[in-house]
């Protein structure tokens, strides 16, 4: 457990001030970066932290709280996408004017979350499963995140890509300002088919779709093919962000164990024979998160098994 130098220190009079307002519980669901989000916005709305009041720094706030400082940073992060604090250089975190002034004096800082205005399979994506990763993410600055496909920002070439996006704006002009075509740039998009085609993928420009990420995809292809009530297969650890959509769209979500060749097919085969599932949802190539490749066998195997149950 990290040790806090500081417990023994008086607090400045205002950090501790501050501090009297954010009561933590660690056993909550709420990351804390969270609660700490909150419990600052029920002041700043109801005017115990008037206009212009500068916040505790982030580290000296996460001394107090006993919480990393990237938690606090989270925090502050979440207040100033609301408008509600604006940090300046030398100067601090500073609480911004409250835009919310047509609160009256029987407004209730404690109302409810707007997270039950939600359907319920809306508030199921946002469930506990999202909330811990959030608050795995938020372990400290020393940490190097595995969750996401990214490249190391510090050894990307800053320079030649500030060249090419400003050469880039340079050709498009106007065009590169204004909106996109829904379905994604024609040039990209015939790029990409032309890269397809050379991979032995018959494919035209009017068959790609750009889209914002993986996430979007497994949505457009849940919302076309699955009806609520059905199942979907899918492998056994899987990408948590499509268990989430599957299961938003009111889908029963099955699971076919692994092994370093890929889906466990022998397994999958007694699972249709019984379920007959709507949808398989597999990744052959560089699975997400063990990095496994299927072996060819077992892909021929999974096309076969997914004809002869018309899956």
């Not at 990744?283 to 077992?298: D, I, K, W």
């Amino acid at each position: 457990m990290r040790q806090n130098t500081n417990q023994h220190q008086p607090l400045p009079l205002f950090t501790a001030s501050i501090c009297s307002l954010i009561q933590l519980d660690r056993s909550s669901d709420t990351p804390l970066y969270q609660q700490i989000s909150d419990k600052i916005r029920e002041a700043i709305l109801s005017g115990q932290l008037a206009e212009g009041i500068r916040l505790p720094t982030e580290r000296a706030l996460a001394s107090a709280l006993q919480v990393n400082r990237t938690t606090v940073m989270n925090a502050y992060n979440q207040l100033a996408a609301d408008g509600l604090v604006e940090g300046h250089v030398g100067r601090g975190t500073l609480v911004k004017r409250n835009q919310f002034n047509y609160l009256d004096d029987n407004y209730d800082e404690n109302g409810p979350s707007w997270l039950f205005g939600l359907p319920t399979t809306e508030r199921e994506i946002l469930g506990p499963d999202a909330r811990m990763l959030s608050e795995l993410a938020s372990v400290g600055d020393d940490i190097i995140s595995l969750a996401a496909g990214t490249p190391a920002i510090e050894l990307l070439p800053a320079e030649m890509l500030n060249a090419i996006f400003a050469e880039g704006l340079v050709r498009a002009r106007q065009s590169a300002l204004g909106y996109c075509p829904v379905e994604g740039l024609l040039s990209l998009r015939r790029d990409i088919a032309m890269h397809m085609r050379n991979r032995g993928v018959a494919v035209d420009a009017q068959h790609i779709l750009i889209l914002s990420g993986s996430t979007q995809g497994i949505g457009l292809v849940g919302r076309f093919l699955l009806n609520p009530g059905d199942e979907v297969v899918v492998e056994v650890p899987t990408y948590l962000g499509a268990i989430q959509t599957f299961r938003a769209l009111g889908a029963r979500v099955i699971g076919v164990p692994t092994d370093s060749d890929g889906m466990r097919v022998d397994l999958l085969e007694t699972i249709l024979a019984r379920h007959r599932p709507r949808l398989i949802y597999t990744l052959p190539t560089f699975q997400n998160p063990t990095g496994v490749v299927m072996s060819p066998e077992r892909r021929r195997r999974l096309l076969l098994l997914a004809r002869r149950y018309q899956t």
